[in-house]
């Protein structure tokens, strides 16, 4: 089975950076990995993706310019680097691996990881 293992996360005070790592295990290939969000009270929103087709990094506009997100030497772990954090980043972050590409997220098919708490606040 697909599993996604998440850690990195805490608390921090605004203005503050965060690494997040995933670690994914028990795939064969997929088309995109990297990150959703989810705020109390709130829907899971996308953050970031990798796509394994072109191999560049998507960022929805909320984090775009502050977060990077980039794929290590084995493939299988994806770090989400967090900087100018702010409380409206308070949210349980979930790693996610797809068989659709980043343009599709999320797919159908799609994993989750069981998240990590990234709380930011003074």
């Known amino acids: 089975q697909v599993q996604l293992v998440e850690s990195g996360g805490g608390l921090v005070q605004p203005g503050g950076s965060l690494r997040l790592s995933c670690t994914a295990s028990g795939f064969t290939s997929y088309y995109a990995i990297g990150w959703f969000r989810q705020a109390p009270g709130k829907e899971r929103e996308r953050v970031s993706c990798i796509s394994d087709t072109d191999g560049r990094a998507y960022y929805e506009l909320p984090v775009k310019g502050r977060f990077t997100t980039s794929r290590e030497n084995t493939k299988n772990t994806v770090i989400l680097q967090m900087n100018s954090l702010k409380p409206e980043d308070t949210a349980v972050y979930y790693c996610?691996?797809?068989?659709?590409?980043?343009?599709?997220?999320?797919?159908?098919?799609?994993?989750w990881g069981r998240g990590t708490q990234v709380t930011v606040s003074s």
């Open positions: 996610a691996l797809d068989t659709e590409d980043c343009s599709s997220w999320p797919g159908p098919r799609i994993h």
